[in-house]
């Protein structure tokens, strides 16, 4: 069965009027294959964050500290890579298939590139905030109430706690603590404790 022409009468006479089935199809492929290209050659874009893309251009020479996350948990090899592009690998930071390095700005594309790498950011400095604790806890209504707390004593079970100001009356850390009573089940205090005091801890 062969392709015949097939002539349409479009009002704009378009370049399209004469054409075959086989035309349109290789035409389609065509478009399709482009824009797949084109999608290709500007993947990389859409593994680096926002910031790392407004780093790009900069200082020549400059490093970013950065977190890199990979499809997989990442080997030795992938961390070689980094590496043979100038970065220095900092942690490991498995739990999220990834890890945190130094790299020079002018590698994160070339770094990007890499099929195992599925994005990269930058070593952001996080901090703690209690702005939402009050109002998720409805504490409004027990103020209201004429309850502060006094009285109340809070038992705290975590892996660490530091001697933050608001574990002190009010003066901050020149006040007093208001922490009654700590206890550390750590092995290191175990070891010291027996060492020291010499008793058992059954």
Known sequence: MSAKPETRAF???????TTTWGARLALSLLLVLLAAGLSFADGNKHK????LEALKGGNSG??????????????DAHHQKVQDKGGVLKTKL???KGAHYSVPVESLDAIADDPDVAYISPDRRLSGALDQTAAAVNAQAAWQA???????GVAVI???I?????LYNTGGSGGKLRIIYSQDFSAEARTTITGTANTSRE
């Open 62 to 75: 400059a490093t970013v500290d950065v977190i890199i996350q990979f499809n997989q948990t990442p080997t």
């Open 11 to 17: 009002s704009n006479g378009s370049f399209f009027e």
């Open 48 to 51: 680096l964050s926002k910031d």
């Open 158 to 160: 975590d892996s660490g």
């Open 162 to 166: 530091t001697y933050h100001s608001d």
């Open 94 to 96: 498995d739990f999220i």
């Open 146 to 152: 004429g309850w502060d707390g006094t009285g109340i």
